[in-house]
């Protein structure tokens, strides 16, 4: 619909399409209000909405996911995300810690972080652990650390939303970015919940989940209208033990080829050990990310979790350093 469409104009495009025998999901973004028709689509002529007020334009659309297909918008989404833009020219690069540990901790990571030359920050206050008696993270206590931190050093945060009760805190907390894990990429009712609010959300890939799966956990959260959604490829399950994860460079074009969202690297989580991350940051910008998801800690033999793939301060800057050369070569910013 038109950006200035008024609500009566939705009213008569609804009714239309429920005489014609469909039913209708109306996804109401900050930007775009998006109609949908859902029912046997060759009934349906786009012709017959071009004509009415409101209407910017109507399409068959034949994959399964709508709203975030590029079919339905052609052009590249720029997110912002509290002031920065996430999906333009410029590449954003999310440093920080695997998990929110104490204040001290927290102030010289986003030390760290703001000297690099980055803009984002991360942190676990809730950890998705595969032992129940490992560090699950410091919670609420942690999200105020976090929020603390970044503040003094003007970086909004990005963090991981595990349960749909703690929405609310999130919000309170003021939680820049939300992050959805990779152990939650279909968890449906999560992902309804992070669509009825405005907040962009990473959404990580599922550990073995193909990318049509993917696009579609992506679609239930732009069905409820939060269209602000960015793609985080962290490596996927193989026969390979050599490694982590392997890291699914080749899901990068054809994700842009697929949608107009975002889409980001976490080489981290892929390789698993520090000194593979430069190696496959490169890799992600050079095949045309618009951003990275770093682990980098101020003292990584002594983090509480994922120690063995944090950078230090110094290898994180190294790492920056070394992204430009990659970033300009393909005329982009970072
Ligand atoms: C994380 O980013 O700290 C994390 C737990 O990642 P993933 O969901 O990709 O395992
Ligand atoms: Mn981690």
Sequence with gaps: MNHDVTEEQIGTVVTKIQNLGHEVNISRGTKRIVIGAIGDEHKLDPEIFD???????????????????????????????????????????????CSVETPEQMDLAAQSVAAAGCRLMRGGAFKPRTSPYTFQGKGVEGLEIFRQAASKQNLPIV????????????????????????????NFDLLKEVGRINKPVILKRGISATISEWLMAAEYIAAGGNHNIIFCERGIRTFETAYRNLLDVTCIPVLKKETHLPVIVDPSHAGGKAWMVPSLSRAAIAAGADGLLVETHPNPCEAWCDADQALNPQEFKDLMGSLKGIAEAIGRTI
Excluded: C, W
């Design 51 to 97: 004509s009415l007020p409101g209407v910017e334009f109507s399409m068959h659309i034949v994959k399964q996911y709508k709203i975030v297909s590029r079919e339905s918008h052609e052009k590249d989404t720029v997110i912002d995300a509290s002031g920065i833009p996430i999906g333009g020219n410029q590449i954003q690069v999310i440093g920080g810690p």
């Design 159 to 186: 963090t991981e939303l595990m349960d749909v009760r703690m929405l609310d805190t999130f919000m309170k907390h003021d939680v820049d970015i939300i992050q959805i894990g990779t152990r939650n990429m279909q």
